[in-house]
C-alpha cells in the first residue's frame, strides 16, 4: 500500500486565495484526520471523519476552513480566504477503527505558506 | 484539563550515546499512550504504544516505559544513530468513547557525529 497521499506537497500563495488541500487515506480505513502542525503550537486536530462522515470539527479555527470527505478514498480541506497565520504543515491521517489503541497512519504534509 | 507535557524541548547527544525523553500528562481517564518518532519533512510515525497494565513495551534500540501512578512516561534510545534525529512526540489517549486524543509538543533530539 502507497500509504496516505497528500497534495500539494507545497503550497505557497498570496493573502485572500483559496487553497485546497487533498488527501487519499489508505485503502479500507474508515476513519480520516486532518491536522495542523506548527511550532507554536505543535499538532492540532482540526476534524474527523467517520465512513466519510464528519464526526468531530471543534478544532477547525474558524469559518474560513471547510473540509468535505465525498467518499471514502478523497478528501479535501479548503482555506478561504487564506491568512498568513495559516501558515503551517497540514496533516492528513487515516485509521481502521477510531483512534487511540488503533494506531493512525500520517500522510507526507503539505507545507502551507500564505503571504 | 487534559494536558501532555514533554521534557526537554531539545536535546543534543553524539552518536553512540544514551539519553531518555520524559513525558507526563494529566488526562482522565487514562486509555494509552503512544510514542511517535517525527522525521524532519514527514509525518510522525508510530513507535510504541501502551495500556494502563503495561509498563514497558521495546522497539529496537527504542524502550518506553509508563508509570501509570505518577502518570509519567518516558522514552530510552540506546545506542544512538544519526538517523534518530527527528522529533518524539507523546500521544495519550483519553477514555470514554471517541478516545480523545491529547499531543504533547514534542522533543527535538539531534544527534552529532
Known amino acids: 500500500d502507497a500509504g496516505v497521499i497528500q497534495s500539494p506537497r507545497h503550497e505557497v500563495t498570496e493573502m485572500g486565495q483559496e487553497v485546497t488541500l487533498r488527501c487519499k487515506p489508505i485503502?479500507?480505513?474508515?476513519?480520516l484526520f486532518w491536522y495542523r502542525q506548527t511550532m507554536m503550537r505543535g499538532l492540532e486536530l482540526l476534524i474527523y471523519?467517520?465512513?466519510?462522515?464528519?464526526?468531530?470539527d471543534s478544532g477547525m479555527p474558524e469559518d474560513r476552513f471547510s473540509a468535505k470527505m465525498p467518499n471514502a478514498s478523497f478528501s479535501t480541506l479548503k482555506i478561504q480566504p487564506s491568512e498568513p497565520r495559516d501558515s503551517a504543515v497540514y496533516f492528513c491521517a487515516s485509521s481502521l477503527g477510531a483512534p487511540g489503541y488503533n494506531e493512525q497512519f500520517f500522510g507526507p504534509g503539505t507545507r502551507l505558506t500564505v503571504l | 484539563k487534559n494536558q501532555v507535557e514533554q521534557s526537554p524541548q531539545s536535546l543534543i547527544i553524539l552518536e553512540g550515546k544514551n539519553c531518555t525523553l520524559q513525558?507526563?500528562?494529566?488526562?482522565?481517564?487514562?486509555?494509552?499512550l503512544r510514542w511517535y518518532k517525527q522525521d524532519t519533512g514527514r509525518g510522525p510515525v508510530s513507535l510504541t504504544i501502551m495500556t494502563f497494565s503495561e509498563n514497558t513495551k521495546s522497539n529496537g534500540r527504542y524502550t518506553a516505559t509508563l508509570d501509570a501512578d505518577t502518570k509519567q512516561s518516558s522514552l530510552h534510545i540506546t545506542a544512538s544513530q544519526l538517523s534518530d534525529s527527528a522529533s518524539y512526540i507523546c500521544?495519550?489517549?483519553?477514555?470514554?468513547?471517541?478516545?480523545?486524543?491529547?499531543f504533547g509538543a514534542g522533543t527535538r533530539l539531534a544527534v552529532h557525529p
Open positions: 500521544v495519550v489517549s483519553a477514555g470514554g468513547g471517541y478516545n480523545k486524543l491529547i
Open positions: 513525558c507526563n500528562y494529566t488526562v482522565s481517564p487514562f486509555s494509552n
Open positions: 471523519f467517520n465512513n466519510n462522515v464528519p464526526i468531530d
Open positions: 485503502s479500507g480505513h474508515d476513519y
